[in-house]
């Protein structure tokens, strides 16, 4: 009788831990983000608001680890996806539904899916333009609108400046309705903002950077909420200077229609990863 031969599966090629290392980031930025709303929950605002501000941290650090490690794929792209909506998408709206929303009953609930649901339209709108082989060159300086990080910061900014300040006025429902309508706005419009992904100093700036840098972070051990709550209120003043160069930019190269600007801050290689 013979035997019939079984084919052997073919080995799949090993892959390196260190192309793991990005996708690892993703996952404790989406932990993070979770964990976010649990401190929520039990009402402990200023270990939620340093969980999201861990997971944009993690999120600002996987695409860059990923470049430079050569990691970069579609997988990681959508696993980036996935995280962001649920750390800046979801837990900001359930943290500020708890904190301060739930009096307005069914319509603080309708904010929350309002933020929601102009964060998700964002990060597709996103995806879409990544895939769009004829972006600008100069696309990469700019987002449109405002990033979903970027967005979880400004929303949070009344919880944030309640540390310092009295909650008498930050914590007025009106006042948090009236940021979560106002960045769910920014997130879903064309307006350009500024993307530092690419930015190149001169040599005479790279000092006074480094020290402005350092004061940052000396700040933020010594007065975290003042200083976090400074750079929230600059990236609010830069939105309009950068509204003003992306207009002299689109003037200078002639592409200033609406084909080109839906293209603005294409940047494939920092969200795509393994």
Avoid at 6 to 15: A, D, E, I, V
Avoid at 40 to 58: D, K, M, P, S, T
Avoid at 63 to 90: H, N, P, Q, W, Y
Wanted: with cysteine; glycine share 6%; proline share 5%.
């Amino acid at each position: 009788m013979a035997r019939i031969k079984l084919s052997k599966r073919p080995k799949r090629p090993r892959l390196s831990l260190n192309v793991m290392i990005p996708n690892m980031l993703t996952l404790m930025a989406l932990c993070s983000g979770l964990t976010a709303v649990r401190f929520a929950y039990e009402g402990r605002w200023e270990h939620a608001v340093l969980a999201i501000l861990a997971a944009a941290i993690l999120d600002a650090l996987d695409g860059r680890i990923a470049r430079l490690l050569k990691g970069t794929s579609k997988f990681g792209a959508e696993l980036d996806s996935l995280s962001d909506m649920i750390c800046f998408g979801v837990a900001p709206g359930l943290m500020l539904y708890f904190w301060s929303l739930e009096t307005l009953g069914r319509f603080g609930w309708i904010l929350v899916l309002l933020y929601a649901v102009a964060c998700v339209l964002r990060l597709a709108r996103f995806n879409t333009a990544a895939e769009d082989p004829e972006a600008p060159a100069w696309s990469s300086t700019f987002f449109t609108g405002v990033p979903s990080p970027a967005a979880a910061g400004l929303v949070l900014l009344p919880m944030i400046m309640s540390f310092n300040l009295t909650e008498e006025y930050t914590r007025r429902p009106e006042v948090v309705a009236v940021f979560m309508v106002l960045v769910s706005f920014l997130m879903v419009s064309r307006i350009p903002t500024y993307s530092f992904k690419k930015v190149k100093l001169r040599p005479s700036l790279i000092l006074p950077l480094m020290v402005a840098v350092g004061l940052i972070a000396a700040s933020m051990i010594s007065v975290p909420w003042v200083t976090l709550s400074g750079l929230l209120v600059a990236y609010m003043v830069s939105i309009p200077l950068a509204v003003r160069s992306y207009r002299v930019i689109c003037q200078r190269t002639g592409a200033c229609d609406d084909d080109n600007s839906r293209n603005a801050a294409v940047d494939l290689d920092d969200d795509t990863r393994l």
